[in-house]
């Protein structure tokens, strides 16, 4: 963890079924690779951390088993970076316990809520991908049964449960299922597939509001591995390429 930040949680963790160490790992966006391989500091172990839209801001990939970019290289969105580790046999796993993926997103500017650290400003990266990548929400539910909700894997009662809603909860909605004879379940707004029955066997466990606004600062509306226009983003990984190139040329004699 970094000094001063209360202990929060700079990103977020993102496992695998198998709990084993290998699963490939993308890039986000386009980017220019600013650090990669291992480092002792902040308990990122093997991490590759990428900047965008010239250095407005970047996304960091910890505890990683194998590093496939170097220091000075353009990556697409969707480019392989490198490999899922932080399993407990490895000793350059940095602060992990176990197999996982540690994703931040790091502003230049600070919004509210984020987490300042030595590179900016931290901030949740869920809301930011389900902006850049999924349409907006159509709906919300608001939590009205003292049972509460389950939110499950599939819209159907013996599916898996994944987590449970509280009384009052608020969550954002992509989709509403037709109603099948007095049960309707609703699509949350989420990375991943979860479904809530709002009504079951005439029950009616939560209702209909206004969407909750995504209080987050507008990402880049071009497409993946697109070079905005005027310039100045091209221009600005040029200019950084060259300097990093001529920092290690130094070094090298």
Known sequence: MYAKTEGKHMGIDIGVVSGQPGAPIYAAYFGLVVEAGYSDQGGYGRRVVIEHETRKYSTLYAHLKDVQVQVGDIVNAGQQIGTMGGNIEDKQRGASGGTHLHFEVIL????????????????????????????????????????????????????????????????????????????QWVRLWSLRDEYSAIKYDGQVNAELVAPLVVDVAPLPVTEPGEIPSGGTYAEGFNDAVQKIKTYIEGLNG
Not at 130 to 156: D, E, H
């Open 108 to 183: 230049r500017d600070p919004v509210s809520g984020s987490i300042r650290t030595s590179r900016g400003y931290c901030v949740d990266p869920i809301p930011y991908l389900m902006q850049r990548y999924f349409p907006a929400p159509i709906n919300a539910i608001k939590v009205t049964s003292l049972k509460g909700l389950r939110v499950r894997m599939k819209p159907q009662v013996t599916s898996e449960s994944i987590r449970n809603l509280l009384l009052k909860d608020v969550v954002n909605i992509a989709e509403v299922l037709p109603a099948t004879g007095s049960t």
